[in-house]
């Protein structure tokens, strides 16, 4: 059999053997069996003792408008437009001012399933237990008497015990998208759950009915109160307006706006015009100042002279004689009486004319200084005007200001004279947010514990779970099992298995020579040969003699396993077992020799002769070289060159030699030994040896370039080996043959 090295062992795929856990399963079945047959009554027992919980539930439609007599929202209303309206009523629901309200109503304090008390309940054990051991000094010290509580404290007490177990049963269950909302109540008696659930929805639309009629009542007073102080402000005003009019003599303001408005329009007009008129004979007279040394004829020439009205009539008359004269020019001569008269008309209109232009130039300063005079009086009445005008305007302003207050102070009154009346009218309209659309009826069938859902949830969970902790406790185990085991986790197949011995007669000693010729033990004599077996099969092809026996650590059974084996061996050929463990050497205790019996280190050190110390089994025929006294430096006695020349000199007479050697990660002494063999068995205890320290053992035995020919597990026990070789029936055939 070829070792993988430890690294190879850790690189190894890692892939999931299902068949391993099934085993494994089958292996427990029993335990697996009986765990779940007790959970599944356990669980039964307790689930026929629970006390059935029946549900009742009522639901609820929460009105988004409720009904109103008038519209009096703006005083005692909830707005329901807001969405958080319905999730602020669930939550009122639930509320401890509704639960207390039902509790009362339906006196739960009384009742043993909210209260905490048992109907005509003795004292458990515990108490009993408790007054027993209070009857002793000693023991009063640990049982302080409690202090006396007051009636007050006990009653809140109660009333906080109740209230709180009566939500806990209390379920609200809005439904998704409608106004409608569950109420379901859970109680040990079916007809206390329905009248819990309906009592419930009852409560919570009193209290929003006496919610809001105390807020109407409210506001009604508020109203009242308020509606006095502005009647008071109203008269007040009324009265500070009229003591104005009296002190100003005025009626009231009406006329007051037009009046001022027209007087100052007719001034300005008025100034506008002297204005207009000042500024022309100013004009006027200025241009008279510049041409005063112009003759007649050139000043009458001038615009503002010739656009006068009566410049204009003497021109347009002027203009006509002249007109006259030039007709009767070409009928009539100069001479002609009618050209004299015509002429004579000519010269005295053009003479009125010069005379009109010279008083005009004589009247025109004097126009100027009228039409100043005009201007500077218009001008001075109309500031005067401005002046009483901005006076009144003042009047004016306080008398809007204390006729606005008086109309304010009225609004107000008026509207809550009316608010007053329209809750005075609605104090005892009692319109409910929310109505029943379907009472909570009297639960026929309980709604917990589901008896039979639990009991099957409690098997298959108990079942699960033991099959669960059986792989779990195998997967974490960091032990060897059985012979199928090391092959699982190290991918390696062993020599063999030995089964434990569970014979009274080794109970409290370790396994001597005549355990392999014991009837009675007929699995342990028969695991020996087969592990016999599987070494000489393993020697077919190599002339093999040498084989050492070692272990990880002491007390795996490798002394035991190497002289059963030398025994099995020495049935077939010529073999000698030697005891190389010179530190605590056991092989001569084992054949009853006695513990100073000449052996190896006898040979080795003191110069014994070889056949002084060699024993033979007469039972057996097997021969045996003990360890000999003790030795305080055993390592180099076995890496001494006459320890070697021993074996080959044992190696030309005898078939077979059985070396046993210390445990391995103790001391090195098995690593000189097993160099000088040709194969290396390790012996592994099941349940008990490591799987790290099966790995270091391997590991220091493979760096030294030490041949291991196979590994024996040892002290497995009878069950899980019969299981997995399945001979134990052949085995208990044979014994019966042999009887």
Not at 614 to 637: F, H, K, T, W
Request: hydrophobic content about 35%; proline content about 3%.
């Amino acid at each position: 059999m070829q070792f993988s090295t430890p690294d190879e062992l850790r690189n190894n795929e890692i892939t999931i053997d299902f068949s391993k856990y099934l085993n494994n399963i089958k292996k427990n079945w029993l335990k697996i069996s009986l765990f779940t047959l007790l959970c599944t009554i356990i669980a039964t027992l307790t689930v026929l003792s629970i006390t059935p919980s029946y549900r009742a539930t009522a639901t609820l439609l929460i009105e988004s408008e409720q009904k109103k007599a008038v519209s009096i929202e703006e005083i005692v209303g909830i707005d329901s437009s807001k969405k958080e309206y319905y999730s602020t009523q669930y939550e009122i629901l639930k509320s401890n001012n509704v639960a207390k309200k039902v509790i009362n109503e339906l006196d739960l304090y009384s009742v043993p399933e909210f209260n905490g008390q048992k109907e005509n309940s003795s004292p458990s054990l515990k108490e009993k237990i408790i007054e027993f051991l209070k009857q002793f000094p000693l023991m009063k010290a640990f049982f302080p008497e409690k202090p006396e509580v007051s009636n007050e404290t006990r009653q809140a007490a109660l009333e906080l015990q109740v209230l709180s177990i009566f939500k806990s049963k209390l379920t609200i269950s809005p439904i998704r998208s409608t106004q409608l909302v569950k109420i379901t109540f859970e109680s040990q008696d079916p007809i206390l759950a329905a009248k819990v659930a309906n009592t419930v929805g009852k409560a919570f639309i009193e209290n929003n009915l006496d919610s809001r009629l105390s807020a109407t009542q409210q506001a009604s007073g508020w109203i009242t109160s308020r509606l006095q102080e502005l009647k008071e402000q109203l008269i007040s005003s009324e009265e500070q307006l009229t003591e104005f009019l009296e002190r100003e003599q005025l009626i009231d303001n009406s006329g007051i706006d037009n009046l001022t408005s027209t007087e100052l329009r007719n001034l300005t007009n008025r100034l506008s015009k002297a204005t207009d008129r000042r500024v022309a004979a100013e004009s006027l007279y200025n241009t008279l100042q510049k041409n005063q040394n112009t003759d007649l004829s050139t000043l009458a020439s001038i615009s503002e002279i010739s656009n006068h009205p009566q410049i204009r009539d003497i021109r347009k008359s002027e203009i006509d004689i002249e007109k006259q004269v030039n007709e009767l020019a070409k009928r009539y001569g100069p001479k002609h009486d009618k050209m004299i008269r015509a002429q004579a008309q000519l010269k005295s209109v053009q003479q009125r004319a010069n005379n009109v232009v010279k008083e005009l130039a004589r009247g025109i300063e004097k126009e100027l200084q009228s039409a100043r005079h005009q201007e500077s009086i218009i001008r001075e009445e109309l500031s005067n005007k401005k002046e009483e005008f901005q006076i009144l305007t003042v009047k004016k302003t306080r008398y809007d200001s204390l006729k606005r207050e008086v109309d304010t102070n009225s609004q107000l009154y008026n509207l809550f004279l009316t608010r007053q009346k329209e809750t005075s009218a609605t104090s005892d309209f009692q319109a409910a947010n929310a109505r029943f659309t379907d009472h909570a009826m009297v639960p026929l069938i309980p709604a917990s514990p589901k008896k039979t859902k639990l009991i099957i949830a409690s098997m298959f969970a108990s079942l699960m779970a033991a099959i669960t902790f059986s792989i779990l406790i195998s997967s974490l185990k960091n032990t060897i099992e059985s012979t199928k085991d090391f092959e699982d986790k190290f991918g390696l197949i062993p020599l063999g298995g030995i089964p434990i011995v569970k014979n009274k007669k080794f109970k409290k000693k370790d396994l001597d020579n005549s355990i392999f010729f014991n009837q009675d033990e007929y699995f342990f004599s028969e695991s020996i040969r087969s592990i016999r077996t599987s070494l000489l099969l393993n020697a077919v092809n190599n002339n093999r003699k040498r084989i050492s026996i070692s272990s990880s650590v002491p007390g795996e059974g490798k002394t035991t396993t190497a002289i059963n084996l030398a025994m099995s061996l020495s049935k077939m050929e010529k073999v000698v077992l030697i005891d190389c463990d010179l530190r605590k050497p056991a092989i001569a205790e084992r054949f009853g020799l006695k513990k100073n019996k000449k052996g190896l280190t006898n040979y080795l050190l003191m110069g014994s002769e070889l056949e002084e110390c060699l024993y033979r089994d007469e039972q057996s025929g097997l021969v045996i070289i003990p360890a000999g006294m003790l030795s305080p430096n055993p390592q180099e006695l076995l890496s001494s060159s006459k320890f070697e020349s021993l074996l080959n000199k044992l190696e030309e007479k005898v078939d077979r030699i059985i070396l046993d050697t210390p445990p391995t990660l103790s001391v090195s002494d098995s690593l000189v030994v097993s160099r000088l063999a040709n194969a290396t068995v390790i012996v592994v205890k099941a349940n008990s040896t490591k799987q790290n320290l099966i790995q270091n053992t391997m590991a220091k035995m493979l760096k030294h370039d030490i041949l291991i020919d196979g590994v024996i597990v040892n002290q497995i026990n009878k069950k899980s080996n019969s299981v997995e070789h399945g001979y134990s029936a052949y085995g208990e055939y044979y014994q019966a043959a042999e009887s």
